[in-house]
């Protein structure tokens, strides 16, 4: 039998200075603690993009336009009782102040640092790309 599969997006947004934001998982969710990319869940009938527009007005109060999210990699990772599938974004252009709207730690990493936070075991691949883009 097959996990279930899971599809998330993530965007990694790239400030002025080249620092990526990284969120920290709430206590009350799985791997609480842990520091991720922003984003969420792909909702049925819904676009990564269109995940990436809505997660991160509703996480972070910023307006993000379609044009200025680019693909970057994507995560496949097998966990116990699902399988995730996540395309990883960049965005360097957005409207608005980047605010923790769900009480959520927010931290703007440089990306030779970024493997000094702890994330879920799907995002750690991605860092490398990050880092050769960057």
Not at 26 to 51: C, H, N
Not at 113 to 125: N, S
Request: net charge negative.
């Amino acid at each position: 039998m097959s996990a279930k599969l899971l599809l998330v997006a993530a965007c990694a947004l790239v400030d002025v200075d080249g620092r990526m934001l990284l969120a920290q998982r709430p206590a009350d969710k799985s791997m609480a603690g842990l520091w991720e990319f922003p984003g969420g869940k792909i909702e049925d009938g819904e676009r990564p993009e269109e995940t990436l527009i809505r997660e991160l007005k509703e996480e972070l109060g910023i307006i993000v336009s379609e044009a200025c999210l680019a693909p970057l990699a994507f995560a496949s990772h097998s966990y116990p009782d699902f399988h995730l599938l996540m395309p990883l974004y960049v965005c360097r252009r957005w409207e608005g102040m980047v605010t923790a709207k769900e009480g959520q730690q927010l931290a703007w990493v440089k990306p030779n640092k970024l493997r000094d936070y702890e994330m879920p075991p799907a995002d750690v691949p991605l860092v490398s790309h990050l880092m050769t883009l960057l």
